[in-house]
């Protein structure tokens, strides 16, 4: 298992980031929310966990090993691969997500990108006893791009790709439109979405 990787930062995408490790570029997946704290040619530690599969060797990074631990957890539960566990952890907390387990709080689990109403209730039976109680200060709120932190994660995802600080004013105000529609419809807005979406903008315009 590798547990961590440590190493300068040597590329930034919308979902992976490449850590140079003895020479080596290792490519790890992460949320929107883990990314946006990494900056090319900054060193940087990200915890790590390696899923195996016949075709492929992935490797999924999180800010620390709390956010590992959930996410190995998640994947214990039926339906629940890498992928969907990475998308929780992208809509919540570790903690958040402990605390929705705890107290049965469907509404929070659907607000991720996957889940459906049954979906969440299965997931709220299976996760029970399995998450634990929270181990921090125990808040029910997503992470920030539930609402209006969203435009803040995406404006600093933007720099930490390398555009520049009016490039990426640009870029939120021209996907602003598309999360004040998931706002409006009652849903949180997704980073990860909005981040392809404005690389798309930015790219037209260069």
């Known amino acids: 298992m590798i547990a961590f990787v440590s190493g300068p930062v040597a590329a930034l995408a919308p ?3 490449v850590i140079e490790v003895g020479g080596v570029g290792m490519a790890v997946h992460c949320t929107p929310g883990t ?3 990494l900056r ?3 060193p940087a530690r990200l915890a790590t966990s390696l899923v195996v599969r016949e ?3 992935t490797l999924y990074g999180f800010a620390d090993d709390d956010e590992r631990q959930v996410f190995e957890l998640l994947q214990t539960a039926s339906g629940v691969g890498p992928r969907l566990a990475q998308a929780m952890l992208a809509v919540h907390t570790p903690d958040a997500l402990r605390l929705a387990v705890s107290t049965g709080d469907e509404k929070a689990l ?3 990108p996957g889940i459906g109403k ?6 709220l039976l299976e996760l029970k006893d399995r998450l634990g109680a929270p181990v921090g200060r125990a808040v029910p709120a997503a992470r920030p ?3 209006a932190g969203w435009s803040d994660q995406l404006h600093t995802a933007l720099v930490g790709l390398g555009y520049a600080t009016r490039e990426a004013d640009e870029a939120v105000a021209a996907v602003t439109p598309q999360a ?3 706002l409006a419809e009652g849903g949180a807005p997704q980073v990860a979405q909005l981040l392809r979406a404005a690389l798309q903008t930015l790219n037209r315009t260069r």
């Not at 049954?118 to 997931?123: D, R």
């Open 15 to 17: 979902d992976t980031a």
């Open 180 to 182: 004040e529609v998931a």
């Open 110 to 112: 659907t607000a991720v």
């Open 145 to 147: 791009p539930a609402a």
């Open 118 to 123: 049954k979906g969440a209730q299965k997931l």
């Open 40 to 42: 090319v040619g900054e």
């Open 55 to 57: 075709d492929s060797l």
């Open 35 to 37: 990314l946006s704290g």
